[in-house]
């Protein structure tokens, strides 16, 4: 298999198909586009999400915080807690984990959210340090929003711009290359897109207006993400691929590398689907709340497909980021 996430089939037919034992308490188990375990404590349910870092080597402990409260917060729910593994590999000095510590507790910080515990250790299994967070959130029962609630006829919606974290990592790990064709006032302004990187307040913020769904933008980038999103309730999805919001720093980059951006990963941006009655409301809330918001589609019966002035194509399964063609 090539790197990156498993592919969908397999996934379905070999992990899924491998968890067998259920218990009633558990709400949301594992699916496709669902990036969230939701368990039955009562009155409230427990959220929880895991992520490792794999794909970056600058900033890794603060992307490491934000990813797994993402997750999280894409079922609208507040990050309390993050645990922590971290596996360095041989050589790895004092220095190289302090910074890494103080960046991950910054990036906590930013967001509220405590580390709770972990797991840490130098090993030979691993030629670079390796991170997973587990996130844990807490909201009411009634509340509960997961990415497969999407309605047919519900409009779909995506914060900020496609390819955020990717191009950010690309501008920080392959600096030196990109100078040979890049400038430098677009590798800096590419490089400080990971500020944006949490998708906690929109997440929060989207779960109080009454969104149908939500999915943060991972691995695949925003069209893995839509796929994901449509799977996930078993419906079709009509994606208006010229309306998808792309910054010039993000197309110059992955010009010069030949990649996609809408196949590149996108932690910091959050699509949704809400119905029609809600939606003006909505894009008007976080329009005060200056958070960019734009409509990229439309929830559909059957189909699912990418729309671009007069042509039609079949909207395709993720497959390797387009980080991992380059990194």
Not at 23 to 43: M, Q, S, T, Y
Not at 115 to 141: C, D, L, Y
Not at 299 to 312: C, G, K, P
Request: net charge negative.
């Amino acid at each position: 298999m090539e790197i990156g996430k498993i592919p969908t089939e397999i996934l379905k037919e070999i992990v899924f198909n491998n968890i067998t034992h259920k218990r009633k308490e558990v709400l949301v188990r594992p699916g496709i586009g669902e990036d969230c375990a939701v368990v039955d404590f009562g009155d409230n349910v427990c959220v929880m999400s895991t992520d490792p870092i794999t794909g970056a080597v600058k900033d890794i402990g603060s992307l490491s915080i934000h990813i797994s409260c993402n997750d999280v917060a894409s079922n609208g729910v507040e990050p309390i807690g993050v645990m922590m593994t971290i596996l360095a590999p041989v050589g790895t000095t004092k220095e190289d984990l302090d910074y890494v510590m103080k960046e991950a507790n910054k990036a906590a910080a930013s967001i509220n959210v405590e580390i709770i515990g972990g797991h840490s250790e130098i090993t030979n299994a691993v030629n670079r340090m390796v991170i997973t967070t587990t996130a844990v959130g807490m909201q009411p029962k009634t509340q509960m929003i997961t990415s497969q609630g999407a309605q047919v006829g519900d409009t779909v919606l995506m914060t900020k711009h496609a390819g955020l974290e990717g191009v950010s990592i690309l501008a920080a790990d392959l600096e030196e290359k990109l100078k040979e064709k890049v400038s430098i006032t677009t590798i800096e302004t590419a490089k400080a897109f990971a500020e944006d990187i949490s998708v906690v307040k929109e997440g929060i913020l989207l779960g109080r207006l009454g969104v149908n769904s939500m999915h943060d933008v991972t691995e695949g980038g925003i069209l893995g993400a839509l796929w994901e999103l449509a799977e996930a309730s078993n419906l079709g999805i009509e994606v208006y691929e010229d309306k998808i919001p792309l910054r010039k720093e993000t197309i110059e980059i992955c010009d010069t590398l030949s990649i996609n951006p809408l196949r590149l990963i996108s932690s910091g941006v959050m699509v949704m689907t809400v119905s029609e009655e809600k939606k003006e409301a909505l894009l008007q809330t976080l329009k005060q709340q200056n958070i960019d918001i734009a409509e990229i589609g439309r929830i559909t019966e059957r189909n699912r497909v990418i729309l671009q002035n007069s042509s039609t194509t079949i909207l395709q399964p993720p497959e390797v980021d387009e980080l991992y063609r380059v990194i």
